[in-house]
């Protein structure tokens, strides 16, 4: 089943039972609080906290959401990706609980004949909130499910609120079983290769009157409206409806991986290293892509520095394939191939996008090979003088002068069994700060992505070209 084959099924599950389908916001977020859209409800936040009457009693949507503190995980997990899609249902005021759990039950294992996903009921689980005897109940009820794929957790992992006084509740989260090839039966569920969390139910039942921390907060009463607002990882369950192991060879992903395998030339399946690149590099294609359809450029701040986290990332993982030219031509026209039924604006769009990722490859590329030449003859010295350490201030002096992102640095000295000072290399980078700070106050604007020029000095002649080049990348800097 295609993805967006399950998400059409979603949102006429839940229209037919009367919740109006909202189209998903933009990944750029209106929350102040919050970078990006980084799941379902953001955009229902002010309904869910009654500042805002909500315009509907129930409501569903399929939102685009980018999620950065996942970025470590990418390709290593089967379940991580920094952009992925959110399906949900809420409901404000009107059912609770008990119409949440049957809902979701019924969608998962009602058979894929009669338009829902045909889940075996053998393969789920759930978890449930310590306290929360009702809920459990309510999956013994509902779903017949016994006792020990119900499990408890505590307020870490199942207990949502919004970090301030307001609504709070317990969760529940439904969980998929692969089955014994990937590890012992029965759990604990969570944090299991396993089993994978596809769905969170989240019970707004309670006023919170003042919270400390996520696990340390006072309940003042029960609300007197409750709320349902779930979550459910469209990318996860495709994976299981598509028989694949893992989210990046989904196939709103996969073209864009197999093309990485096809460029470099390594067969995707041979060696962990390898696809764990290949993975990050269609993933963060991906989460590229989308961030600049909805109107984020790269840049060293904020949003834009996280997109051009993205864009460098990916370059240094075709890299590490042995790709050393340029090659998000092909990649984001795979992207984009993949992408469009489910998001036709972003072959509308295409043209400025493309012109985004090419200029930033380029500007990286050029960063990379005068970086990458510098480094491997301080590697050599380092080697030849004996020292196990490359010394913090050549590691400062890339990162500087020609941008080359200490990352690739420690990367790259690990290759080479060496250690990085990073003592050093973090008090050169504590007193450009302090300079930087200075500076900032008496000039008003500081342009500051220096790795534009690296290509220049390390041609070691100047040519200036500052009126064909610089325009094009001071578009991209901005
Ligand atoms: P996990 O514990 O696996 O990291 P989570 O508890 O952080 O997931 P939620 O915040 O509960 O996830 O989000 C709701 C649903 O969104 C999850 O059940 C999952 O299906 C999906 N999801 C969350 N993070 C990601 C991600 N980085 N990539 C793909 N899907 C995700
Ligand atoms: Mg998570
Ligand atoms: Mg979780
Ligand atoms: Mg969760």
Known sequence: MQTAEISRRYLDFFAERGHSVVPSASLVSDDPTVMFTIAGMVPFVPYLTGLVPPP???ATSLQRCIRTNDIEEVGKTARH????????????????KEGAIEYAWDFLTKPEADGGLGFAERDLWVTVYEDDDEAAALWQRVAGLPAERIQRMGKADNYW???????????SEIYLDRGPAYGKDGGPIVDDDRFTEIWNLVFMQELLSDVRTKTDFDVAGPLPKKNIDTGMGLERVAMFKQGVENMYETDEVRPVLDLAGTMSGRRYGASHEDD???RVVADHVRSSLMLMMDGVSPSNEGRGYILRRLLRRSIRAMRLLGVEGPSFEHLFAASRDAMKASYPEVGSDYSHIEQLALGEEETFLRTLSAGTAILDVAVEQTKGSGAAKLPGDTAFLLHDTY???IELTLETAEEAGLDVDREAFDRLMGEQRSRAKADAKSKKRVLADRSVYAGFRAKGETVFRGYTELQADSEIIG
Do not use: E, I, K
């Open 56 to 58: 509907w009693p129930r």
């Open 81 to 96: 990706g920094t952009f992925f899609q959110m399906l949900g249902n809420w409901s404000f005021g009107d059912y609770f």
């Open 161 to 171: 609120h919004t970090g301030q006084p307001g609504p709070g509740g317990p969760c």
């Open 276 to 278: 764990v690149r290949m």
């Open 403 to 405: 941008g080359f992102p």
